[in-house]
């Protein structure tokens, strides 16, 4: 990577670090459109940079945040979740290969799905949902983590409709995207498709991240976490169309 290409890196993960860390989810939807749209990784290169980074800001939150983990609900989607993260890394494989356009576009929908859906409010439940719905989003999660690092969106609509407390349900859904980083980390060094030492400079963006994290919590901003919302769907909408429209033009 280019000085200015790994300088453009470090604000994009520093802005997503951030607000991971005031939202409880984004960091790879707005790492990963970034890196789309700038084409300064590969997407299979910058899916697993993500991961790292991801586990990064997950332990720092999770150092005082582990106690108020949902364990039950976090062994179910785990236990969905593992598998098909192989198959979403298979698939992504598959597509960088010969399908660059395809996976551009399946990229681009995934995040302009993603931002719709964060930015509904979800109703609460009355109650809490059962075991096998757990299981059924754990499963979307872990082959959208499997592809692109990207496990929040379909546990984050679930989890916040729920009758927990926002402190479980926020450090809940961190653990799973440390535990998803983790095996997809894992399934990287099993196939033997560790990024390319150019690519490995992004890595530098770890104290980034780091500072980003802190920053958040302990200076947040003065906006409600509705309006938090809010300005990540914008970013996230206006990259996935931005990201997905060009290939739609190629494909057609």
């Not at 890196?9 to 951030?18: S, V």
Request: charged share 10%; proline share 7%; hydrophobic share 55%.
């Amino acid at each position: 990577m280019s000085i200015p290409e790994l300088t453009g890196f470090l604000i994009l993960t520093g802005i997503a670090a951030y607000a991971q860390t005031l939202t409880g989810f984004a960091f790879g939807l707005i790492t990963m459109g970034g890196v789309g749209l700038t084409g300064i990784l590969s997407l299979p290169d910058a899916a697993m940079i993500v991961s790292m980074l991801t586990l990064v800001n997950a332990t720092q939150m999770l150092l005082k945040g582990w106690r108020d983990v949902a364990w039950r609900q976090l062994g179910l989607i785990m236990a969905a979740s593992i598998p098909m993260i192989l198959v979403g890394y298979l698939l992504l494989e598959w597509l960088a290969g010969s399908h660059v356009d395809l996976l551009r576009l399946f990229l681009g929908t995934v995040i302009i799905v993603s931002s719709l859906q964060l930015a509904r409010k979800p109703e609460p439940l009355a109650e809490p949902s059962g075991n096998g719905t757990f299981l059924f989003f754990g499963g979307i999660s872990g082959v959208m983590g499997g592809m692109f690092s990207t496990a929040g969106p379909p546990l984050v609509y679930h989890f916040y409709r729920q009758p927990m407390p926002l402190t479980i349900i926020r450090e809940t859904l961190v653990t799973v995207f440390a535990l998803t980083a983790i095996f997809r980390i894992s399934l990287v060094a099993v196939y033997c498709d560790l990024p390319s030492s150019s690519s490995m400079s992004a890595l530098l963006a770890v104290p980034v991240v780091t500072g980003a994290t802190y920053a958040a919590r302990r200076w947040p901003p003065p906006l409600s976490p509705f309006t938090m919302r809010r300005i990540v769907f914008f970013l996230l909408l206006l990259s996935g169309i931005a990201l997905g429209l060009p290939a739609v033009m190629r494909l057609s």
